[in-house]
């Protein structure tokens, strides 16, 4: 985002915490950076502009977040789980502001900001399920939309708590209780084979919105591991998928490394696209699109 643009909105977060959004002019937001207002307009076009872009900006912040936390290979399975649970809480601190503009104000959800806010808690509740899959393995992936769920409705319980300045935590308790109650609710859903009420379906939406949400190599990333899945739900015979789930390894190792091949991405590329399956297809048509983008 460029510098200026940026500057705005951090100087719209502070104004909009201090006065309200309602009680905050553009002139009072172009004063506290010493613009004129009419530059300030060259960059958002309203105050509900300018409203819509700090949410954008917030949940990218959100996002890059979770994702850099999914990433890492530093941490346990079981302190991945608490370190979300922390993480968590530090971007509450982080963004107070902001969750201070949310609490204060009665806002019209128009089209635009519904679509927004709908597709963030998708895109974090599909952070939680990769996660829940890392932890747990194969096992828990029938159970693991479910268990997203829950593990994320513990997590808001105690959060809207210290958001609404009801109750304060210890971070690093919370965090090793929260871990170890979704532990024993997890384990239940696999041992008891219980039912599963969050499906594919389900599973579909969640990484629709984080891709259409991302690009680069997160991007790329996603659309494999969405396309490992659909191969396992399309009926192919055993090699044929065995091969495509090689190939889909061996694409995903290549993005993995520092600088990519683009004679093995694109020879892995062309293998999928011969694959009998439409649907498989489609999702490796948007997936070279995105590969040709990036190369």
């Not at 302190?79 to 982080?94: A, C, G, N, Q």
């Not at 509740?125 to 409705?153: K, N, W």
């Not at 109750?167 to 384990?187: G, P």
């Not at 499906?199 to 490992?228: F, P, R």
Request: proline share 1%; charged share 25%; glycine share 6%.
């Amino acid at each position: 985002m460029e510098g200026k643009k940026q500057q705005i909105i951090q100087a719209a977060i502070k104004c909009f915490s201090e006065k309200g959004f309602r009680g905050t002019s553009i002139q009072d937001i172009a004063d506290s950076i010493g613009i004129a207002k009419g530059s300030l307009y060259f960059y958002f076009k309203s105050k509900d502009d300018l409203l819509l872009s700090i949410i954008k900006y917030w949940l990218k912040n959100i996002n890059d977040d979770f994702q850099e936390l999914i990433e890492r290979d530093d941490l346990s399975s079981d302190d991945l789980l608490r370190e979300h649970v922390i993480l968590s809480y530090r971007i509450y601190d982080k963004h107070s502001s902001f969750f201070s503009i949310m609490m204060q104000e009665r806002f019209e959800v128009n089209a635009e900001l519904h679509e927004l806010i709908v597709g963030a808690r998708r895109q974090g509740l599909y952070y939680t399920y990769q996660l829940i899959v890392r932890v747990y393995g194969e096992s828990v992936r029938p159970y693991a939309c479910d268990a997203a769920v829950i593990f994320q409705a513990i997590m808001d319980g105690y959060l809207s708590l210290v958001v609404m300045g009801i109750q304060t935590f210890d971070n690093e308790k919370l965090a090793s209780y929260v871990r170890d109650r979704t532990h024993v609710l997890i384990t239940q859903l696999i041992q008891s084979k219980a039912d599963i009420v969050l499906g594919d379906e389900t599973l579909e939406q969640w990484s629709a919105s984080v891709l259409a949400g991302q690009g680069g190599k997160t991007g790329i990333l996603l659309e494999i591991d969405a396309l490992k899945k659909t191969a396992d739900q399309a009926g192919l015979q055993e090699d044929d998928l065995e091969e495509i789930q090689s190939t889909l390894e061996v694409l995903a190792a290549e993005f993995d490394k520092a600088e990519p091949q683009p004679v093995v991405i694109k020879g892995m590329v062309a293998l999928l696209k011969s694959v009998p399956s439409a649907k498989i297809k489609k999702q490796v048509l948007h997936l070279e699109s995105q590969i040709l983008e990036l190369l």
